[in-house]
């Protein structure tokens, strides 16, 4: 599968971006999907995910309560809407696909993951 993410752009804190990750190749729902994100001058970081059937998703502690993943099988797309944006969401955040088993623990680690978008810019200013 292949996959491209779309939707960054340059916003103010406390607005609002809907990030698209689009599936191609084969069907998205084969896969768990995931968020991660990388900011000028420092590694990779695990955002949120969400199991391939969409019935559980997962988030790092500092984004909980304002990004929400969702998936959209029949439209092989993921999604990431991110609310009360702040500057420190600065980043390049990419998709990525997995098919690890047990995903509930692994589904924080870059490792697990098989297929990954090119990224997209976000930047907030304050």
């Known amino acids: 599968v292949q996959l491209q993410a779309s939707g960054g752009g340059l916003v103010q804190a406390g607005d609002s971006l809907k990030l698209s990750c689009s599936a191609f190749?084969?069907?998205?729902?084969?896969?768990?999907a995931g968020w991660f994100r990388q900011a000028p001058g420092k590694g990779r970081e695990f955002v949120a995910a969400?199991?391939?059937?969409?019935?559980?998703?997962y988030y790092v502690e500092h984004v909980k309560g304002r990004f929400t993943i969702s998936r959209l099988n029949t439209k092989n797309t993921v999604y990431l809407q991110m609310n009360n944006l702040k500057p420190e969401d600065t980043a390049i955040y990419y998709c990525?696909?997995?098919?690890?088993?047990?995903?509930?623990?692994?589904?924080?680690?870059?490792?697990?993951?098989?297929?990954w978008g090119k990224g997209t810019l976000v930047t907030v200013s304050s």
């Open positions: 969400i199991r391939r059937s969409g019935d559980a998703a």
């Open positions: 990525a696909a997995s098919i690890t088993a047990s995903y509930s623990a692994h589904y924080s680690n870059a490792e697990r993951y098989i297929q």
């Open positions: 190749g084969r069907a998205f729902g084969n896969y768990h």
